[in-house]
RNA sequence: GGCGCGGUAGCAAAGUGGUAAUGCUGUGGACUGCAACUCCGCCAUCGUCGGUUCGAUUCCGACCCGCGCCUCCA
């Protein structure tokens, strides 16, 4: 068994071989805690989180970390406007964010490093880049220049690698105003100045704060090591923030490889529109998770494959409910069947996964692993169930009660589990009676309360809508 | 301007040089007191035009359409 993944540095597919074999290691990009997450942030958490499960079935061992960014001028916004405190703003924001993933049924990575718990980390990072001509300080004594601290792109000779960019073409579509103290518009800060009441650690060049890319190389260091296998994100970190780590890491480690594979995921529209601030369009998962088990996000986000773009909407949200119905409704009808222990490496799903995460796939197994299940009887049937919930389990789905999955609140509800396993006693008399005009009534009457009745030889099933 | 991505059934989404998985929806039937669940069946020739080939949705070229990035951004 083999896994094959695309690599953004290379545009094509290749074999996974670790560093490691012994010590697998995964990075992936975290949030800036300074708001609740969008949907856009959980595709890459999902994703990551299902290679995650996948390399912890081929590796012994695998290192997954994925960060909070703590420290930014966009939390400091943030602070600034609700009158608090930075921390406990990003503190705030890092627990529903952890709250979240959570609910989408993603495992803890086994490292998540906060950016403010490595400033010394980081500062080293930067002397090293300093000393070894990579990067430079502005030392012109000017209000606001002073004291900051700038890789020099100009010094490493592959940057742009990953992206594909030159410089050149670059610069000649820049739509920035290039600051003066850069001694080459191409340039990034590594370390800037704060002002007395932003906050700043101090530094070699004066009291800063560190520059957007330079916590995660700084973290990969100190967590994973100089060169790692995996690094992930979102597509629109290839170009800066990927590519200024790889200059940060690779300079500061005398051009060793910094990540063996890229990869990224593509974009999540809504309703076919990108979602941006200006279109008031962000899906929040919070507000998602009013309206949908975390599951069908899940479910949502695993059926595309994570290099397209993927659109969201009611109508796609609303049938992951239904097909993840179906496949609950196959687990309900075998709650009485036990599962058989089943060797996952074998089935078409996690081949499917082994191909650069093929998920659509693999989620189409999932149904026909159900229906299997569903006509096949005795040792057969049970192995079947065995082998739907293991691969199911390597995708983090179909993981909770049947039971619990149709009577859950799905929002809105206006009648308790009580009050409705009562109308079904009363119905059911009706029915022992031939009193079948009753019986539709009550039918009907749960009908518009959101209940749907299944009538079995075992006796009546329930499940809202 | 530079770099890059995509166009497959009503919707979503895989895939392959030899006539297209899967899910949702719709629809015909079975089952049911009626339903629901489930089961059986039906519903696409793969943006357009050329080329290569015995044969292309799959390779090549052109074109049309949609989209992303170019230092806030998953």
């Known amino acids: 068994m083999s896994l094959t993944l695309y690599n953004t540095m290379t545009r094509s597919k290749q074999l996974f071989q670790p560093i490691d074999p012994a010590r697998v290691t995964l990075y992936v990009c975290g949030p800036t805690a300074y708001n609740r997450v969008h949907i856009g942030n959980a595709r890459p958490a999902v994703i990551f989180d299902t290679l995650y ?127 003066a103290y850069k001694k080459y518009a191409g340039d990034f800060v590594l370390w800037k100045p704060s002002a007395d009441h932003e906050p700043g650690w101090d530094s070699p060049w004066g009291r800063g704060r560190p520059g957007w890319h330079l916590e995660c190389s700084a973290m990969i260091e100190k967590h994973l090591g100089d060169s790692i296998d995996i690094h992930g994100g979102g597509q629109d970190l290839i170009f800066p923030h990927h590519e200024n780590e790889i200059a940060q890491s690779c300079c500061a480690h005398d051009g060793k490889p910094f990540a063996n594979v890229w990869m990224h995921n593509g974009f999540i529209n809504i309703e076919g529109e990108k979602m941006s601030k200006s279109l008031g369009n962000f899906r929040m998962v919070n507000d998602l998770l009013q309206q949908y088990p975390g599951e069908v996000l899940r479910y949502v986000i695993l059926s595309a494959h994570y290099r397209s773009e993927q659109n969201f909407s009611k109508d796609l949200l609303d049938s992951a409910w239904r097909s993840l119905d179906t496949l609950y409704g196959f687990l309900r009808s075998q709650t009485a069947v036990v599962a ?117 030889r075992e006796g009546t099933q329930w499940r809202r809508d």
Not at 77 to 92: D, N, P, W
Not at 108 to 135: C, F, N, Q, W
Not at 403 to 431: P, V
Request: net charge negative.
């Open 53 to 179: 499960r996948l390399l912890n079935t081929l590796y012994p061992k695998v290192v997954y970390a994925r960060n909070i960014t703590d420290i930014d001028d966009k939390i400091m916004a943030t602070a600034a406007e609700l009158g608090e405190e930075i921390s406990s703003v990003s503190q705030r924001y890092a627990e529903a964010y952890f709250d979240d993933m959570a609910a989408l049924n993603n495992l803890a990575p086994t490292v998540v490093p906060y950016a403010t718990d490595h400033i010394p980390e980081m500062i080293d990072m930067v002397s090293r880049l300093v000393a070894k001509g990579h990067a430079y300080a502005v030392d012109n004594g000017v209000e606001g220049e002073q004291g900051h601290v700038l890789f020099a792109v100009q010094s490493m000779r592959d940057y742009g690698s990953l992206s594909r960019r030159s410089l050149d073409d670059m610069l000649a579509g820049a739509r920035v105003e290039v600051a």
């Open 340 to 456: 058989a222990p089943c060797d996952v490496s074998d089935s078409e799903a996690y081949r499917a996964l082994l191909d650069d995460l093929n998920t659509p796939v693999a989620v189409s197994e999932l149904h026909k692993l159900a229906r299997q299940m569903h006509g096949a009887s005795g040792a057969e049937q049970a192995l079947a169930k065995g082998r739907l919930l293991a691969v199911a389990h390597l995708m983090g789905l179909l993981q909770q009660d049947p039971e619990a999955w149709f009577k859950g609140a799905r929002g809105g509800d206006t009648i308790s589990a009580e009050e409705i396993e009562e109308l079904i006693a009363k119905r059911n008399q009706a029915k022992a009676d031939r009193d079948f005009q009753t019986a539709d009534a009550v039918r009907n009457q749960l009908k518009e309360l959101g209940v749907t009745l299944e009538d079995s």
